[in-house]
Each structure stands twice: as structure tokens, then as C-alpha cells.
């Protein structure tokens, strides 16, 4: 089974300073990688994906992420963070295969971006 | 486009009442899923339908949670009865094509008392 890791808790950032964001995945195949931003009482926005190809995808916002085969990670990336970044981050990792194609989650980082 | 509607958006109910959410998810969308949010977790699903037919409910707690998929549109999902660990924010999403990216509702957060 497909299972997401997201070591951080929480991350505490002073704006204008540089992101990364971690998450870990465990799947036997090439999987399709995803990640979301959720502000509070809102629902999941899709920040970028990796399906194929180029390893290093980019995202709205200036995000950007790094897909590591041999590391099985796909860290989450901002050369310079604002207040309004604060959020949760969500990594999530979907099957490449056949049939079912929902989405297994981390349990989130939740990032603080100091004044 | 529109996205992913959602209702309600607030639901408090007491232990071993039923309750029932509804979405409609992008038009033309044929994938639909169901996630639970349990706070400060990340969602999980419960269940993915390819137009009307289930496609994955290996998470659904089938004793007391149903959903359904009418006309391969809309969608409800339904508990009963519902207990206090159900409290929780119920997702919505839609796809149009495999991992083509997935558009997620605004949720509804429900709490059971």
C-alpha cells in the first residue's frame, strides 16, 4: 500500500527567507505526486503535480518541487516566503496503474511565517 | 468553470442521528471522490466513483456510512448513525481525466455531539 510522510509538523519561516517543505512517499511504481495548500475553512489547492518527465515541476505561487526517485521524495520549494503563504501543506502520492486513482495524503505541515 | 459544489457547509448533529452531504461536482467530470478530514489530519478517501459506478470503497465504513452516484452526477454520502469519531470535514472532488488533476469542494465540517 501507497503511504505518504511529511516529517514536519510544523515549520516556522521569517518572510522573504527560502522554503522547503518535505515529504516522503513509499510506492512500488512511478507515482503521480501532488502538492495541495489549505487555508484554514477552506478547501485543498492544487500547488503543482508530477506525473512524468522533468523531475523538477513548477507550481503556482513560485512554488516549485523536486521528484527523487532514489530518495522517494518530492520536497515542496519557495526561494522567498510572504504572510500570505501561511497555511497547511499537503504531499500526496496517486496510483500510476489502472482502476482507482485516489489520493493517499500526508498528515500535513503546517507553516508560520514570522514578521 | 465552476468548481466543486458542496452542502451544507456546517452540520452539527448528536450521536446516532443521520446526516446526509451533497455534491455536484465540475461539469463533465466523470470521476467524483469522497474524503474525510479528521483535524489535523490530511483527508482520506472514502470512496471514488467512475460515473455512476463505485470504482474504490476499500475505506468506507459500510456499516454506517453509504453514497450513492445517481445519473453519474451528483452525489450524496450519507451516515447512519453517527458517532462522535465521525466529526470531521467531508470532502468533495472531481476529475475529468486520470490524475489530470483533481478540483476539490470547500468540504463540509460536521460535528457530531
Known amino acids: 500500500a501507497q503511504s505518504v510522510t511529511q516529517p514536519d509538523i510544523h515549520i516556522t519561516v521569517s518572510e522573504g527567507a527560502s522554503l522547503e517543505l518535505r515529504c516522503n512517499y513509499s510506492y512500488g511504481a512511478t507515482p503521480y505526486l501532488f502538492w495541495y495548500v489549505q487555508s484554514p475553512g477552506q478547501g485543498l489547492q492544487l500547488l503543482l503535480k508530477y506525473f512524468s518527465g522533468d523531475t523538477l515541476v513548477q507550481g503556482i505561487k513560485g512554488f516549485e518541487a523536486e521528484f527523487k526517485r532514489s530518495q522517494s521524495s518530492f520536497n515542496l520549494r519557495k526561494p522567498s516566503v510572504h504572510w500570505s503563504d501561511a497555511a497547511e501543506y499537503f504531499c500526496?502520492?496517486?496510483?500510476?496503474?489502472?482502476?482507482?486513482?485516489?489520493?493517499?495524503f500526508g498528515k500535513g505541515t503546517h507553516l508560520i511565517i514570522q514578521p | 468553470e465552476a468548481g466543486v459544489a458542496q452542502s451544507p457547509r456546517y452540520k452539527i448533529i448528536e450521536k446516532r442521528q443521520s446526516v446526509a452531504f451533497w455534491c455536484n461536482p465540475i461539469?463533465?467530470?466523470?470521476?467524483l471522490y469522497w474524503y474525510q478530514q479528521i483535524l489535523g489530519q490530511g483527508p482520506k478517501l472514502l470512496i471514488q466513483f467512475q460515473n455512476n459506478g463505485v470504482v474504490d470503497d476499500s475505506q468506507l465504513p459500510k456499516d454506517r456510512f453509504s453514497a450513492e452516484r445517481l445519473k453519474g452526477v451528483d452525489s450524496t454520502l450519507k451516515i447512519q448513525p453517527a458517532k462522535l469519531e465521525d466529526s470531521a470535514v467531508y470532502l468533495c472532488?472531481?476529475?475529468?481525466?486520470?490524475?489530470?488533476?483533481?478540483?476539490f469542494g470547500s468540504g463540509t465540517r460536521l460535528t457530531v455531539v
Open positions: 472532488a472531481s476529475s475529468l481525466v486520470r490524475a489530470g488533476g483533481y478540483t
Open positions: 500526496a502520492v496517486g496510483e500510476s496503474g489502472g482502476g482507482a486513482d485516489g489520493l493517499t
Open positions: 461539469s463533465g467530470h466523470a470521476t
